[in-house]
């Protein structure tokens, strides 16, 4: 079958295309430069004939018209009979006229015929001034003829040199401007040139291309004819195999039919092994157990992650994207010092499945176990399947101290009935004894010999008030009289007399913004000075004992059991022989000493009064180190309170007051007190008493200016309730209330169940007279 002439390829096409504009662009910029001369040859032209000559012209005429006004004016003078005044005056006219003319030609670069150039203008202006000279200094010599005639002609002199200077730049303006077209011709003639040659190489180079592919186009027609004849032998052979062809197609046809049935059976399988894997993913990523599917490699030496389920990257924090197709070593590098990873090893050698739980440490601390199940696959892909015991082992950590601090908890309300049943009666006890001491103290002048021995008893009262208060902390539910205080001076005082008579030195940091705390000054003091005394123990010899003060912003669960918000933390170090680890959970238990003069109490009490502040209390210890026990106490919302003056004066004064009490002894004390004070005193044995006895008052027009009402009456109406009933009778009874011990929170708060202030037994008669004082200014 012969070939036929395909259309001419586009780069064929482009080629000739390219070549023609060799040789056309350079025909047509020749062209243009040619037009651009003979255009720029007319403009000089016009600029000379049409702006310079004309300005040349009336140069001349101004100055030949001058020159005609002088010979005819000189002539007139001498007498001439031809000459008149009236051939003068015209010339002068049109020397003036021609002058005038010399602005109203345009020059070459002046855009406007009436604009004046520098140079023409200026030679404008001068012969006009000139010539106007002339007519002025002719009117003078006609009048006076002898005047001199030198002015005159030095006028007509400077107007013909003026004019002669102005034809001579005329001239020196076309000299240039003829150079210039000189140059330019030679340029344009020079391009021409360039640009012929250019024109006639290239047209030569075009004629030989066009000839050599006229012989390139001739040999491929004889190959073309030879690939015809080729062509023609070709297409029987193609007959033949076509023949072939047709029955291969059958045989491929039915093939294809076959492998259309197996297609069909294949895509169903894959469907159900799309449905197959849709299920093991959905199984995998929902189950709540980590998972997690390795490839062996390197003989067992390392392994390749081939599948991370969510519950493993929730695990690890890790997305599937970056430890699929890794190793483990290369995802986790410190792998191999783990045991799991010998895990791995050990399950693919053997095919044993293995359990291995795992604690994860920080800082030498467990923070979290993992219970791990190590399988191998029959594929000899190893699987991991592990879970996070953290929580349950948190729990059942929480479970065992939540039952330890029970335990701890019902020791110390054991010993707080014991103490507290104690401290109520030894208080009472105590009262009369301090009382009594306290008035006959304040009978005697300080020189007096038995107020020296009065004053040894009050100080002895006062250590035995202080074992009373001690006792008291473990009575269950006594609340501390709280309220913003300044821990600094509370602390350094309460330190420096636990360190007294010792060697030991305390060493203080305070933060310098530290809010005050929410506390009971007496129990902080008490607190302090325990730890402060024991910490003094922990160092026979001699030691620093360092003690600071900071306030914290706590988070929630930050330190179980507080609450979010403010604390102040106080930490007392030192640096003595430490607590075992095997006995740091029981410092704080009753009784609990590894002294042998030791009572046990110290820590014991200091643990109830931090919790009785809803605190906490830590302790951190090495054996040989010492130790550093840590307590936090809430900071207080309020200011601080202001600070009671000292003075231990008793001020009298007057005023009906009613005591109630049960203790006969305490009755009798207060009412010799008060009396000696200048107070009207009557007294009532419980609720009962103390309601008749106030509205008997009453009615009578004598109403008590104030009630002491004791708090707790066995087997009848205790202060609060006889409160209550006693603003039915006057909603404005003042009443204070008075205790040695109480589980009721009225003695923290007085105010909020109505009294006016509180009494704590022993009461002296001077912090009593105060109270009273006070309520009746």
């Known amino acids: 079958m012969p070939m036929k002439k395909g259309p001419e390829p586009r780069t064929a096409r482009r080629q000739r295309l390219t070549r023609a504009s060799r040789i056309y662009v350079p025909a047509a910029l020749l062209g243009l430069f040619v037009a651009g001369f003979v255009a720029y040859s007319l403009h000089i032209e016009s600029t000379i004939t049409r702006t310079l000559l004309p300005i040349e012209h009336a140069a001349l005429n101004a100055k030949y018209e001058a020159i005609r006004a002088h010979l005819a004016f000189e002539e007139y003078l001498a007498g001439d009979p031809d000459q008149t005044l009236d051939s003068l005056w015209p010339c002068l006219d049109s020397a003036e006229t021609h002058a005038g003319r010399l602005c109203m030609h345009q020059v070459l670069g002046v855009k406007k015929p009436d604009t004046c150039t520098t140079g023409i203008c200026s030679y404008s202006n001068t012969f006009s001034i000139i010539i106007l000279s002339i007519k002025d200094l002719s009117q003078k010599r006609l009048s006076d003829r002898s005047l001199s005639d030198a002015s005159y002609d030095s006028l007509f002199t400077e107007l013909i040199l003026r004019a002669d200077s102005l034809t001579a730049e005329i001239h020196a303006t076309i000299d240039e401007k003829i150079s210039a077209f000189h140059k330019i011709q030679i340029v344009l003639f020079v391009l021409c040139v360039v640009l012929f040659i250019y024109v006639l190489v290239t047209s030569i180079r075009f004629v030989s291309a066009r000839t050599a592919m006229l012989n390139l186009l001739f040999d491929a027609n004889r190959k073309l004819d030879s690939t015809n004849q080729q062509l023609t032998a070709s297409e029987q052979q193609l007959k033949a195999s076509n023949q072939q062809l047709t029955a291969n197609e059958q045989q491929l046809r039915a093939a294809n039919q076959q492998l259309q049935a197996t297609e069909q059976q294949l895509r169903a399988a894959n469907q159900q092994m799309v449905l197959s894997e849709g299920r093991y993913r959905m199984l995998i990523d929902t189950m709540q157990t980590a ?76 923070v979290g176990w993992r219970d791990n199940y190590v399988y191998k696959l029959a594929s000899g892909e190893i699987v991991a399947v592990y879970t996070d015991e953290t929580k349950i082992k948190q729990a ?64 002895a009262f ?75 123990q922990a160092m026979p010899g001699s030691g620093t004992i360092r003690i600071g003060v900071e306030t914290l912003v706590l988070g929630a669960g930050q330190i179980p059991p507080l609450a ?92 009906r007051i009613l005591i109630m009490d049960d203790e006969p002894i305490l009755r009798n004390l207060a009412t010799d007190m008060l009396s000696n004070l200048g107070y009207n005193v009557s007294v009532a044995m419980h609720g009962e008493e103390t309601l008749r006895s106030y509205k008997a008052a009453m009615e009578a027009g004598k109403k008590f200016d104030v009630v002491i009402l004791d708090l707790t009456i066995p087997n009848g109406m205790g202060g609060k309730e006889t409160l209550e009933q006693l603003k039915n009778i006057d909603p404005q009874v003042r009443a204070i209330v008075s205790s040695g011990y109480s589980n009721d929170p009225v003695l923290a708060h007085p105010g909020q169940f109505g009294f006016a202030g509180m009494a704590a037994k022993p009461y002296r008669s001077s912090d009593l007279a105060k109270l009273l004082k006070k309520l009746l200014a």
């Open 462 to 536: 006062n250590r035995v008030k202080d074992l009373t208060n001690q006792l008291l902390t473990f009575a269950k539910g006594g609340s501390p009289a709280k309220k913003p205080v300044d821990l600094q001076p509370l602390i350094r005082d309460a330190a420096e007399l636990a360190i007294s008579g010792s060697s030991c030195v305390c060493k203080y940091t305070f933060a310098q913004q530290q809010l005050p705390c929410e506390a009971d000054p007496g129990q902080i003091s008490q607190l302090i000075s325990n730890i402060v005394l024991n910490a003094r």
């Open 396 to 459: 059942e950590e929480e479970r065992k101290r939540l039952e330890y601090e029970m335990q701890k908890s019902q020791k110390l309300d054991s010993l707080g009935i014991l103490a507290g049943g104690i401290a109520h009666d030894f208080n009472n006890m105590l009262s009369g004894l301090f009382g009594y001491i306290d008035m006959a103290r304040n009978l005697l002048s300080a020189d007096e010999k038995p107020a020296h021995y009065l004053d040894r008893a009050m100080g």
């Open 564 to 655: 979010p918000g403010n604390y102040a933390r106080i930490t007392i170090a030192d640096t003595g022989v430490g607590i075992p680890r095997e006995m740091a959970g029981k410092i704080f238990d009753p009784f609990f000493t590894t002294k042998q003069q030791g009572s046990g109490l110290g820590l014991a009490i200091s643990y109830s009064i931090v919790k009785k502040h809803f605190g906490t209390i830590t302790v951190e210890s090495e054996p040989g180190k010492g130790s550093a026990i840590s307590i936090y106490l809430p900071a207080a919302t309020g200011p601080l309170a202001a600070e009671e003056n000292a003075a231990d004066i008793a001020p009298h004064g007057t005023g």
């Open 291 to 366: 998972v997690a599917v390795y490839e062996v490699v390197d003989n067992g030496d390392d392994f390749i992650f081939k599948e991370f389920n969510k519950a493993a990257q929730a695990m690890e924090q890790m997305p599937r994207e970056q430890v699929l197709g890794k190793r483990v070593t290369e995802a986790f590098p410190g792998v191999r010092d783990f045991g799991i990873f010998a895990v791995f090893q050990r399950v693919y050698r053997t095919g044993a499945p293995e359990h291995f739980p795992v604690g994860q440490y920080m800082d030498d601390r467990i």
